[in-house]
């Protein structure tokens, strides 16, 4: 079995169990947890528009936040945005999904997603960059965020590689790459990735909390 | 320490401008004499004992982006990074992590998150009470939606609980168990006050009228500093030609067993206020110009009580907004340009944000909003119980000249609000900076506008 | 054959002129990426030199390798292959059978012990002592090992004797190697594909009797000069690929402007050969040209990398099931975690209470 062979059979399976495994623990374990009824008289007796609205209205800055959140913002944008280009707008990283899915679309042209991928991983560079240098990043910075950011990052230059052909044969470095991608999938749910998840759930909650109590959101 | 000999040390000073005990220099306090590993083991074990599925998800899904700093006004005024609010819960993080996230055997067995230090609590008991008035603006920043003002009130449960509160908010809610009240307004206290009062003011003020449709309930601030708000209270109520009493045994809307943290008290003292009402009969329990009280019984309060609240619960303005949109409320134009001040707790977390403003609407005010207004509006700086700790004076002042800058800007004549909290930290942010504008009471200002009968 | 017999004598014997010689020539040195020059050294020392005395041994293969060999198009490459060398001993081609033809091997072994150049198509069965594969009673590894004592190197021709091909696929159940299992002391080239491209088996063979030496090999004992680009490098649809346009069946719209066929299991980014510069059948097309995406059948385990029409990038097995049970096992576990912290809050409460 070569190293492709590997990254492509056991090195996948054994990282999509332990990414569904590890996915389905962390949200039964958080969503399964004691809810307090609540009694108060609600100021609007239905509170999952407001769900549905925090989801939506919390993806920018409300007005007043903006001049001080506007830099960080935009790179996070940035680096998400790449990263969405290049993981769904490309032909194989489709191909990848349809044969786990089922699901198929169109693919954009790969200078879109080589302009993308180069965009993403200087936005990622800027974004650690950030966090160590920026006070409060940094204070709250742990293991987490700065092992989450280079399994983030790892697949992104990996695939750059593999697409330019840079460092090694293509076949060593599409395993390299898939087994970037393994590594992604196997600390995706313990770390802070999972916020892919926990963001509409947590923003839904307090969305609908707050719709209660008329609170703003 | 007896409550005699916490008094003799830190006296309550009852004639100052400002109600707290002194004791400026930096200091953490401890209550009782728990040894340190039992008080850490106890702050922990009681964080975690409320965690529910909200907080977890809340613990759960910050990404460290900082953003909530922004939001802050006490890491704004002083961009010191310990004052970013989630940081404020970082030791109760690890605790969450330990003791209930989904992972937390693990996280045992590997001991991957270390146990918390009382030294590291100690070091988070200016972060969770002198640097956070719970005023929720960070909440409305987080891209992730995390309620962080509710999470650091769940911290406060814990600290209450391994002894670790700010001594001024302790002895305040320590009072307020014993007495009725924080500030010394004893149930005696209050009725003599209402009776000099009605007296001086020669306003009908009723006290434990056995039945009533209304009953009308103060803040502790208001009795022993701002009385004339028991006046406004009653003149308007007369107005309205209401049959309404305020109660002895309920009067006390302030709950500092919230503020500090103590489960158990803040139950007593919701308790108190919603067994008069019950016990008058009334339809409608009108909560004074007080942040936190909204908080504690509009949305606390039937969840304390265990089953819904047999009552209407408004707040003063709110109260006042339906009166006068209902045109039963009368008043004479005021005639002046004024800019309202938004208290965190009823406003932007209570959802009171349109209330003041009908009023002011009514009144004929030109009203000029602040740059950051309603649900963003920042936070005067002293609610929280920030405003009775002392040794967190430097930092309010800091905080509070963002609330200057905001009202100067507008240019307006006069300076609103509806929190007797904020009312209070106003005067005393006026007294130090000796700044020209004075904090007025929504309440009263409409009272001395009533239109005669 | 014992005679000194060189490729010049051969060529007037046989009336083949000297230009087409030279052309031949100049043709295998280009191919090798030689410099022009290369041609006559290469035309000087074919023609001097005795012709090189090769023994061809066929293991557990098909004869497909011999067949490319000899069925190439160009009539005078093999022609010319045959002329420059001294084919002692190959059992499809040979017309002696039997004793006659053992003796042959024998004969030529102890002729030009140490000298002569040993080519290997065929994968070498190990299970069961050999059985599967004998020829004149001789297992293959006998075969092998003692006809690789005298020889000055081996050429292995083909995925079989180069990796093990198709009788190494799953499950294996003739135990078969590849030459570079069993021989550890020779020089072994490797001239992979099923089978491999003429040219390039005939490049080979002109550059080790030119030079006395086999040429620059990669890692996997390949001639560099061949295998040092993937298919997908050179093929003339790769512009296709680099702008994401791609066929997604055989007879799509894609298809027919000649998209790329990544998306339908072309392996050309994994393999190493010549195909898309050389060409087959001399020089006319080549699988991909025709419509079909690579097999890979050049790389080691070709038979075994799944399907050949599952694109490169994705998983091999079928996940499916795994994915199933790994989420119920999630969600069993995650159960239990919440109910053991929930019972942890409630303890807490309780201790609180007393």
């Not at chain 1, 004691?34 to 609007?44: A, G, L, V």
């Not at chain 2, 918390?116 to 008035?133: A, K």
């Not at chain 2, 309205?240 to 302030?254: I, K, P, Q, S, V």
């Given at each position: 079995?070569?190293?492709?062979?590997?990254?492509?059979?056991?090195?996948?399976?054994?990282?999509?169990?332990?990414?569904?495994?590890?996915?389905?623990?962390?949200?039964?374990?958080?969503?399964?947890?004691k809810?307090?009824?609540?009694?108060?008289?609600?100021?609007?007796?239905?509170?999952?528009?407001?769900?549905i609205?925090?989801?939506?209205?919390?993806?920018?800055?409300?007005?007043?936040?903006?001049?001080r959140t506007?830099?960080?913002?935009?790179?996070g944008?940035?680096?998400?945005?790449?990263?969405?280009?290049?993981?769904?707008?490309?032909?194989?990283?489709?191909?990848?999904?349809?044969?786990?899915?089922?699901?198929?679309?169109?693919?954009?042209?790969?200078?879109?997603?080589?302009?993308?991928?180069?965009?993403?991983?200087?936005?990622?560079?800027?974004?650690?960059?950030?966090?160590?240098?920026?006070?409060?990043m940094?204070?709250?910075?742990?293991?987490?965020?700065?092992?989450?950011?280079?399994?983030?990052?790892?697949?992104?230059?990996?695939?750059?590689?593999?697409?330019?052909?840079?460092?090694?044969?293509?076949?060593?470095?599409?395993?390299?790459?898939?087994?970037?991608?393994?590594?992604?999938?196997?600390?995706?749910?313990?770390?802070?990735?999972?916020?892919?998840a926990?963001?509409?759930?947590?923003?839904?909650?307090?969305?609908?909390?707050?719709?209660?109590?008329?609170?703003?959101? | 320490?007896?409550?005699?000999?916490?008094?003799?040390?830190?006296?309550?000073?009852?004639?100052?401008?400002?109600?707290?005990?002194k004791?400026?220099?930096?200091?953490?306090?401890?209550?009782?004499?728990?040894?340190?590993?039992?008080?850490?083991?106890?702050a922990?074990?009681?964080?975690?004992?409320?965690?529910?599925?909200?907080?977890?998800?809340?613990?759960?899904?910050?990404?460290?982006?900082?953003?909530?700093?922004?939001?802050c006004?006490?890491?704004?005024?002083?961009?010191?990074?310990?004052?970013?609010?989630?940081?404020?819960?970082?030791?109760?993080?690890?605790?969450?992590?330990?003791?209930?996230?989904?992972?937390?055997?693990?996280?045992?067995?590997l001991?991957?998150?270390?146990?918390?230090?009382?030294?590291?609590?100690?070091?988070?008991?200016?972060?969770?009470?002198?640097?956070?008035?719970?005023?929720?603006?960070?909440?409305?920043?987080?891209?992730?939606?995390?309620?962080?003002?509710?999470?650091?009130?769940?911290?406060?449960?814990?600290?209450n609980?391994?002894?670790?509160?700010?001594?001024?908010?302790?002895?305040?809610a320590?009072?307020?168990?014993?007495?009725?009240?924080?500030l010394?307004?004893?149930?005696?206290?209050?009725?003599?006050?209402?009776?000099?009062?009605?007296?001086?003011?020669?306003?009908?003020?009723?006290?434990?009228?056995?039945?009533a449709?209304?009953?009308?309930?103060?803040s502790?601030?208001?009795?022993?500093?701002?009385?004339?708000?028991?006046?406004?209270t009653?003149?308007?109520?007369?107005?309205?030609?209401?049959?309404?009493?305020?109660?002895?045994?309920?009067?006390?809307?302030?709950?500092?067993?919230?503020?500090?943290?103590?489960?158990?008290?803040?139950?007593?003292?919701?308790?108190?206020?919603?067994?008069a009402?019950?016990?008058?009969?009334?339809?409608?329990?009108i909560?004074?110009?007080?942040?936190?009280?909204?908080?504690?019984?509009?949305?606390?309060?039937?969840?304390?009580?265990?089953?819904?609240?047999?009552?209407?619960?408004?707040?003063?303005?709110?109260?006042?907004?339906?009166?006068?949109k209902?045109?039963?409320?009368?008043?004479?134009?005021?005639?002046?340009?004024?800019?309202?001040?938004?208290?965190?707790?009823?406003?932007?977390?209570?959802?009171?944000?349109?209330a003041?403003?009908?009023?002011?609407?009514?009144?004929?005010?030109?009203l000029?909003?602040?740059?950051?207004?309603?649900?963003?509006n920042?936070?005067?700086?002293?609610?929280?119980?920030?405003?009775?700790?002392?040794?967190?004076d430097?930092?309010?002042?800091?905080?509070?000249?963002?609330?200057?800058?905001?009202?100067?800007?507008?240019?307006?004549?006069?300076?609103?609000s509806?929190?007797?909290?904020?009312?209070?930290?106003?005067?005393?942010?006026?007294?130090?900076?000796?700044?020209?504008?004075?904090?007025?009471?929504?309440?009263?200002?409409?009272?001395?506008?009533?239109?005669?009968? | 054959?014992?005679?000194?017999?060189?490729?010049?004598?051969?060529?007037?014997?046989?009336?083949?002129?000297?230009?087409?010689?030279?052309?031949?020539?100049?043709?295998?040195?280009?191919?090798?990426?030689?410099?022009?020059?290369?041609?006559?050294?290469?035309a000087?020392?074919?023609?001097?030199?005795?012709?090189?005395?090769?023994?061809?041994?066929?293991?557990?293969?098909?004869?497909?390798?011999?067949?490319?060999?000899?069925?190439?198009?160009?009539?005078?490459?093999?022609?010319?292959?045959?002329?420059?060398?001294?084919?002692?001993?190959?059992?499809?081609?040979?017309?002696?059978?039997?004793?006659?033809?053992?003796?042959?091997?024998?004969?030529?072994?102890?002729?030009?012990?140490g000298?002569?150049?040993?080519?290997?198509?065929?994968s070498?069965?190990?299970?069961?002592?050999?059985?599967?594969?004998?020829?004149?009673?001789?297992?293959?590894?006998?075969?092998?090992?003692?006809?690789?004592?005298?020889?000055?190197?081996?050429?292995?021709?083909?995925?079989?004797?180069?990796?093990?091909?198709?009788?190494?696929?799953?499950?294996?159940?003739?135990?078969?190697?590849?030459?570079?299992?069993?021989?550890?002391?020779k020089?072994?080239m490797?001239?992979?594909?099923?089978p491999?491209?003429?040219?390039?088996?005939a490049?080979?063979?002109?550059?080790?009797?030119?030079?006395?030496?086999l040429?620059?090999?990669?890692?996997?004992?390949?001639?560099?000069?061949?295998?040092?680009?993937?298919?997908?490098?050179?093929?003339?649809?790769?512009?296709?690929?680099?702008?994401?346009?791609?066929?997604?069946?055989?007879?799509?719209?894609?298809?027919?402007?000649?998209?790329?066929?990544?998306?339908?299991?072309?392996?050309?980014?994994?393999?190493?050969?010549?195909?898309?510069?050389?060409?087959?059948?001399?020089?006319?097309?080549?699988?991909?040209?025709?419509?079909?995406?690579?097999?890979?059948?050049?790389?080691?385990?070709?038979?075994?990398?799944?399907?050949?029409?599952?694109?490169l990038?994705?998983?091999?097995?079928?996940?499916?099931?795994?994915?199933?049970?790994?989420?119920?096992?999630?969600?069993?576990?995650?159960?239990?975690?919440?109910?053991?912290?929930?019972?942890?809050?409630?303890?807490?409460?309780?201790?609180e209470?007393?």
């Amino acid at each position: 079995m070569d190293l492709l062979q590997f990254a492509r059979g056991p090195a996948l399976t054994w990282a999509f169990a332990i990414f569904v495994f590890g996915m389905s623990w962390r949200l039964l374990g958080i969503l399964l947890l004691k809810r307090r009824p609540d009694y108060s008289e609600p100021r609007h007796a239905t509170s999952w528009p407001g769900a549905i609205k925090l989801i939506i209205t919390r993806s920018w800055p409300r007005r007043e936040f903006r001049p001080r959140t506007v830099f960080g913002l935009s790179v996070g944008y940035i680096f998400h945005f790449g990263l969405v280009i290049v993981v769904f707008g490309f032909a194989p990283h489709i191909m990848f999904f349809r044969s786990l899915t089922g699901l198929d679309w169109p693919n954009l042209p790969n200078a879109v997603i080589y302009i993308s991928g180069a965009i993403t991983i200087a936005a990622l560079i800027i974004v650690l960059g950030r966090r160590l240098t920026n006070p409060v990043m940094r204070l709250l910075s742990n293991f987490d965020d700065y092992f989450s950011w280079f399994v983030t990052i790892t697949p992104v230059v990996t695939g750059m590689l593999a697409v330019a052909h840079l460092g090694a044969r293509y076949e060593t470095l599409l395993a390299v790459h898939i087994l970037s991608i393994a590594l992604l999938l196997v600390w995706f749910p313990f770390g802070k990735l999972m916020h892919s998840a926990l963001i509409f759930i947590s923003r839904g909650t307090t969305g609908a909390l707050f719709e209660r109590k008329g609170a703003s959101i | 320490m007896s409550t005699a000999d916490i008094d003799s040390k830190h006296p309550l000073e009852l004639d100052q401008p400002r109600f707290s005990v002194k004791n400026p220099e930096q200091r953490y306090d401890k209550q009782g004499d728990m040894p340190d590993a039992q008080r850490v083991e106890t702050a922990m074990r009681h964080f975690v004992k409320d965690f529910g599925a909200v907080a977890a998800t809340y613990m759960e899904s910050c990404i460290h982006c900082g953003m909530c700093a922004e939001a802050c006004h006490f890491y704004v005024a002083t961009e010191d990074p310990k004052y970013t609010p989630i940081w404020k819960l970082e030791p109760f993080k690890q605790a969450y992590k330990r003791e209930a996230g989904p992972f937390a055997a693990i996280y045992r067995a590997l001991n991957l998150k270390k146990k918390v230090t009382v030294e590291q609590l100690e070091e988070w008991q200016e972060l969770i009470y002198d640097s956070c008035t719970m005023c929720g603006r960070c909440t409305l920043i987080c891209p992730m939606g995390i309620d962080i003002a509710s999470l650091v009130g769940l911290a406060r449960h814990g600290m209450n609980k391994a002894g670790l509160v700010p001594h001024e908010l302790w002895a305040v809610a320590e009072r307020a168990e014993r007495e009725g009240s924080p500030l010394g307004a004893t149930p005696k206290v209050f009725k003599d006050r209402c009776e000099w009062l009605a007296d001086d003011n020669e306003v009908e003020i009723f006290v434990d009228k056995p039945q009533a449709d209304v009953i009308a309930a103060m803040s502790s601030i208001e009795i022993m500093k701002y009385p004339d708000s028991i006046v406004a209270t009653a003149k308007i109520l007369n107005h309205l030609g209401l049959n309404w009493t305020f109660r002895t045994d309920g009067y006390e809307a302030t709950n500092f067993g919230m503020l500090s943290g103590n489960s158990e008290w803040q139950k007593e003292m919701s308790l108190k206020l919603i067994n008069a009402t019950i016990a008058a009969g009334a339809k409608l329990l009108i909560l004074p110009e007080c942040g936190h009280a909204y908080g504690a019984m509009r949305w606390q309060g039937a969840n304390v009580y265990g089953k819904p609240l047999p009552f209407r619960v408004l707040h003063i303005s709110e109260f006042l907004a339906e009166n006068t949109k209902s045109g039963a409320l009368k008043t004479k134009p005021l005639g002046k340009t004024l800019t309202f001040h938004d208290p965190c707790q009823v406003s932007r977390r209570g959802g009171a944000v349109e209330a003041p403003r009908d009023v002011l609407d009514g009144l004929g005010a030109e009203l000029i909003e602040m740059q950051d207004t309603k649900g963003v509006n920042w936070c005067c700086g002293g609610g929280g119980g920030v405003v009775t700790i002392h040794r967190a004076d430097p930092l309010r002042y800091k905080a509070f000249q963002i609330k200057m800058k905001q009202v100067d800007d507008t240019g307006a004549e006069l300076l609103v609000s509806s929190c007797s909290n904020c009312r209070q930290t106003f005067d005393d942010g006026q007294d130090h900076f000796h700044w020209d504008k004075t904090m007025l009471s929504l309440l009263e200002l409409v009272a001395d506008n009533l239109e005669d009968k | 054959m014992n005679e000194p017999d060189t490729l010049g004598a051969s060529l007037t014997r046989t009336g083949i002129s000297r230009r087409s010689f030279l052309k031949f020539c100049t043709a295998m040195a280009s191919l090798m990426a030689l410099p022009p020059s290369a041609a006559y050294a290469m035309a000087d020392a074919l023609q001097r030199t005795q012709r090189q005395s090769v023994i061809w041994l066929s293991f557990q293969e098909c004869t497909g390798c011999v067949e490319s060999l000899t069925r190439s198009f160009d009539p005078t490459l093999e022609q010319m292959i045959f002329e420059m060398i001294s084919l002692d001993y190959q059992h499809t081609l040979q017309a002696a059978s039997g004793t006659a033809a053992e003796s042959a091997r024998e004969q030529a072994m102890k002729a030009s012990y140490g000298k002569y150049l040993l080519i290997v198509d065929g994968s070498i069965p190990t299970k069961d002592g050999g059985v599967y594969s004998t020829v004149a009673g001789i297992s293959n590894y006998d075969m092998l090992v003692e006809t690789a004592k005298g020889a000055a190197a081996i050429v292995s021709v083909g995925t079989c004797s180069s990796y093990g091909g198709i009788p190494h696929a799953n499950p294996n159940p003739t135990g078969a190697v590849a030459v570079t299992d069993i021989i550890k002391d020779k020089p072994v080239m490797n001239v992979p594909g099923c089978p491999p491209i003429p040219s390039v088996i005939a490049g080979v063979l002109a550059y080790f009797v030119t030079y006395g030496k086999l040429p620059e090999l990669d890692h996997l004992n390949r001639p560099k000069v061949f295998f040092a680009d993937t298919i997908h490098d050179r093929c003339y649809r790769r512009p296709f690929y680099d702008q994401g346009k791609f066929a997604k069946t055989f007879d799509d719209e894609g298809a027919r402007n000649g998209w790329c066929l990544y998306e339908l299991g072309c392996k050309g980014p994994t393999t190493y050969n010549a195909c898309a510069t050389i060409k087959w059948n001399g020089g006319v097309s080549f699988p991909i040209e025709s419509g079909h995406g690579c097999l890979g059948c050049s790389e080691p385990n070709f038979w075994d990398k799944g399907s050949f029409y599952q694109p490169l990038p994705t998983p091999l097995a079928d996940n499916a099931p795994v994915i199933a049970a790994a989420t119920l096992g999630g969600i069993a576990v995650g159960t239990v975690a919440a109910v053991v912290s929930r019972k942890h809050q409630a303890d807490i409460g309780t201790k609180e209470g007393k």
